[in-house]
């Protein structure tokens, strides 16, 4: 099954919840009609890195291309309620429409393993396209890649977050 939002007027991806219980989401809107998934915060980062190397190529390839900043008072970079994910992300990728100049997201649907349905069409995993301007991508982009790294601070001698809790190193051996 394959969900289409083309163009999308809001779109979003971030966090919600206290640090270490963050839950990672993105989310997009057309005409009312909304769509959230559930995603893992290395995907939203793997995502923005993608989407400015991406634009990158693009300007490259597209000099005329025009990318200005919109107002600060046209940035949405909130989500909207409800937030009731649709699906759990496995894949996700990005491309670009020559014709439209939109470029678009695609996310399926994390793959059910263990779920041998005897309906072949109901086990079918959700393929959802998000499409819009690579501005909208960028500030998407931007803003899922400032959520991801206000996470947990990291330790410098395990490399694991730190909880606000505290933290059991395990390469301290002892040592503080
Ligand atoms: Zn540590």
Redesign the pocket.
């Known amino acids: 099954m394959v969900i289409e939002i083309k163009p999308a007027d809001h779109l979003v991806a971030g966090c919600i919840g206290k640090p270490g219980q963050r839950i990672f989401y993105i989310q997009a809107a057309k005409e009312g009609e909304m769509i959230t998934i559930l995603c893992e915060k290395f995907q939203v980062q793997q995502l923005a890195q993608g989407i400015h190397k991406f634009v990158e190529q693009l300007h490259k390839k597209n000099p005329h291309l025009e990318i200005s900043a919109l107002p600060d008072s046209d940035l949405d970079l909130d989500f909207r309620q409800p937030i009731e994910p649709l699906f759990r992300v496995g894949e996700i990728g990005i491309g670009y429409d020559q014709e439209s100049g939109l470029m678009v997201l695609i996310a399926q649907e994390v793959g059910k393993e263990g779920q041998k349905d005897k309906h072949e069409d109901e086990s079918e995993a959700v393929t959802l396209r998000i499409w819009a301007t690579s501005l909208q991508m960028l500030q998407m982009a931007n803003y899922g890649e400032e959520q991801a790294s206000r996470g947990r601070p990291t ?1 410098g ?2 490399m ?1 977050p ?1 909880d606000p809790e505290g ?1 059991f ?4 051996n002892g040592h503080k």
């Not at 190193?169 to 301290?172: E, T």
């Open positions: 330790c001698n395990c694991q730190i933290h190193c395990p390469k301290s």
